[in-house]
């Protein structure tokens, strides 16, 4: 594999990458389908607008004193085209580039948004750019993308009167995931601590937690909200996280009651590729994710 990290349908994207990079003889690195494809732009209140599309969700808030971007999708062309949609509803600067975690779906345009940028993230996920997604990250030409700015349990920034709260509760779907809290919109932006409405992919190798990821949902549904942003689907609420915290409960569950039987990982996996898992069939990272939550639960258990 190439090394990317990437989540959702980074899979299946890093797969189709490698097929292309055959196929054209360039290397073909962070192109892929649908790089550089337009997004989808939708306004969720008057200052903060939410782009869609390929990669994980990006949202955009302006304030008088320039913009917060949250995330920057896949390649240098997405933070291009991320600029360009900031220049469609706004004359103000990009000042600030928050990444929820290091996955390249995330964060692989952060080189691709030029100026003088603040780049923020959780101390873990620059570690886990540098160290997990290295090849891009530790290339001289990436280097300005990694996030300068980092904090280990809490920060805020202030801008043009609003403020924007970031919170680490846990390790969940990696050991870095931020809950980024627009306190005067009462909206999240939950990164992928919250797929809409699928299966979530749990990334051991980045210090992820299967049972720990709930404290992060819990906390998320504590706050006064009425707006989600997923890290992928659509602009959710409350009730949309309540669904998926069902979804992560549910699955914790059934290993649960499979680990008490005294059944191997491969027993339990084998038998949950046929559950029907909430609203989400896929279960494309059902092996990936039984081989996190097993060992803990059996942990959890004394088993
Ligand atoms: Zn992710």
Same mark, same amino acid.
């Given at each position: 594999?190439?090394?990317?990290?990437?989540?959702?349908?980074?899979?299946?994207?890093?797969?189709?990458?490698?097929?292309?990079?055959?196929?054209?003889?360039?290397?073909?690195?962070? +192109?892929?389908?649908?790089?550089?494809? +337009?997004?989808? +732009?939708?306004?969720?209140?008057?200052?903060?607008?939410?782009?869609?599309?390929?990669?994980?969700?990006?949202?955009?808030?302006?304030?008088?004193?320039?913009?917060?971007?949250?995330?920057?999708?896949?390649?240098?062309?997405?933070?291009?085209?991320?600029?360009?949609?900031?220049?469609?509803?706004?004359?103000?600067?990009?000042?600030?580039?928050?990444?929820?975690?290091?996955?390249?779906?995330?964060?692989?345009?952060?080189?691709?948004?030029?100026?003088?940028?603040?780049?923020?993230?959780?101390?873990?996920?620059?570690?886990?750019?540098?160290?997990?997604?290295?090849?891009?990250?530790?290339?001289?030409?990436?280097?300005?993308?990694?996030?300068?700015?980092?904090?280990?349990?809490?920060?805020?920034?202030?801008?043009?009167?609003?403020?924007?709260?970031?919170?680490?509760?846990?390790?969940?779907?990696?050991?870095?995931?931020?809950?980024?809290?627009?306190?005067?919109?009462?909206?999240?932006?939950?990164?992928?601590?919250?797929?809409?409405?699928?299966?979530?992919?749990?990334?051991?190798?980045?210090?992820?937690?299967?049972?720990?990821?709930?404290?992060?949902?819990?906390?998320?549904?504590?706050?006064?909200?009425?707006?989600?942003?997923?890290?992928?689907?659509?602009?959710?609420?409350?009730?949309?996280?309540?669904?998926?915290?069902?979804?992560?409960?549910?699955?914790?569950?059934?290993?649960?009651?499979?680990?008490?039987?005294?059944?191997?990982?491969?027993?339990?996996?084998?038998?949950?590729?046929?559950?029907?898992?909430?609203?989400?069939?896929?279960?494309?990272?059902? +092996?990936?994710?039984?081989?996190?939550?097993?060992?803990?639960?059996?942990?959890?258990?004394?088993?």
């Amino acid at each position: 594999m190439t090394g990317h990290r990437q989540c959702a349908a980074g899979i299946t994207f890093v797969l189709l990458l490698i097929v292309a990079s055959t196929a054209d003889g360039q290397g073909g690195m962070y +192109r892929g389908p649908g790089a550089g494809e +337009r997004m989808e +732009r939708e306004q969720i209140s008057e200052d903060l607008y939410v782009l869609y599309g390929h990669g994980g969700n990006v949202a955009l808030y302006v304030t008088t004193d320039g913009v917060i971007v949250v995330d920057s999708k896949t390649t240098d062309a997405d933070g291009e085209e991320i600029e360009r949609h900031v220049s469609e509803v706004t004359d103000q600067p990009i000042r600030f580039v928050v990444n929820t975690h290091y996955h390249m779906d995330h964060t692989g345009g952060n080189a691709g948004v030029e100026g003088t940028i603040h780049k923020v993230s959780h101390e873990n996920t620059r570690e886990n750019m540098v160290r997990l997604n290295g090849e891009k990250w530790n290339a001289p030409e990436n280097r300005k993308g990694l996030p300068h700015i980092v904090y280990d349990h809490e920060m805020a920034i202030k801008l043009g009167g609003k403020t924007i709260r970031i919170y680490y509760i846990g390790p969940a779907h990696t050991n870095g995931d931020s809950i980024i809290y627009f306190e005067d919109e009462k909206v999240i932006h939950a990164g992928d601590l919250f797929f809409y409405l699928a299966f979530p992919y749990i990334d051991a190798g980045a210090g992820a937690s299967s049972l720990r990821w709930i404290e992060s949902v819990e906390f998320m549904l504590s706050l006064d909200t009425e707006r989600i942003i997923p890290g992928h689907g659509r602009v959710t609420d409350k009730a949309g996280l309540g669904k998926f915290r069902e979804l992560l409960r549910e699955f914790h569950e059934v290993v649960e009651e499979r680990v008490q039987e005294g059944k191997s990982e491969e027993e339990v996996a084998s038998e949950l590729e046929t559950y029907p898992f909430g609203n989400d069939p896929g279960l494309a990272y059902l +092996r990936v994710n039984v081989a996190v939550a097993y060992p803990e639960i059996k942990a959890k258990l004394g088993r």
